[in-house]
């Protein structure tokens, strides 16, 4: 069983999804940087995505990925366990459980670039604050777990 964890503060909230408005704003689709960045740092995870020839299955589990942060730095009403649950999904594609917190990181990354001067010290705790948390369910052990 999860350790559940205690809800986004709302102010942190605020700032985060204030500055994934104005990434979306300012840098359209972040797709093509995160996974750029992702391919560069982690090579091995390129050649998984052998059937996304579009580059639709990369674009479908990114927006699934933002929509689940706005689920779980609000309502929080499945985000916490989808990520647990996709962890162990992807296993089955041998992607490594720490490659999710990279990934994470690497989001938080693009969405800091790209709002640029605009980027705020409240964005940065929120997201830092938000990388912890996210971490707190990438880590948890899963169905198997003694
Ligand atoms: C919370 C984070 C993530 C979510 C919500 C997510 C979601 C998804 C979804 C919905 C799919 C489509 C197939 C399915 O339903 O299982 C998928 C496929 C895939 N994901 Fe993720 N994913 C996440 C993180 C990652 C990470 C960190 C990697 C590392 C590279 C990754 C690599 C893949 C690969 C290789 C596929 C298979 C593509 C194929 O069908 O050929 N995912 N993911």
């Known amino acids: 069983?999860?350790?559940?964890?205690?809800?986004?503060?709302?102010?942190?909230?605020t700032a985060i999804e204030a500055s994934?408005?104005?990434?979306?704003?300012?840098?359209g689709d972040l797709a093509p940087a995160v996974y750029a960045r992702l391919f560069a740092r982690e090579p091995q995870m390129q050649a998984l995505?052998?059937?996304?020839?579009?580059?639709?299955?990369?674009g479908e589990m990114l927006a699934k990925v933002f929509e689940a942060i706005f689920d779980f730095i609000g309502p929080r009403i499945y985000a916490?366990?989808?990520?647990?649950?996709?962890?162990?999904t992807h296993e089955g594609y041998e992607v490594p459980r720490?490659?999710?917190?990279?990934?994470f990181g690497i989001v938080a990354e693009v969405v800091r670039e790209?709002?640029?001067a605009d980027w705020t010290p409240a964005m940065d705790g929120a997201?830092?604050?938000?990388?912890?948390?996210?971490?707190?369910?990438v880590a948890q052990r899963g169905r198997a777990a003694a």
């Open 80 to 88: 916490h366990h989808l990520i647990e649950t996709e962890v162990i």
């Open 127 to 137: 997201w830092r604050r938000l990388l912890t948390d996210l971490d707190h369910y």
């Open 98 to 103: 720490a490659v999710f917190a990279t990934f």
């Open 114 to 116: 790209t709002c640029g």
């Open 1 to 13: 069983m999860s350790r559940l964890l205690a809800p986004t503060d709302p102010a942190d909230a």
């Open 49 to 58: 995505f052998w059937r996304d020839t579009s580059g639709a299955i990369k």
């Open 20 to 27: 994934l408005e104005l990434a979306a704003e300012r840098g």
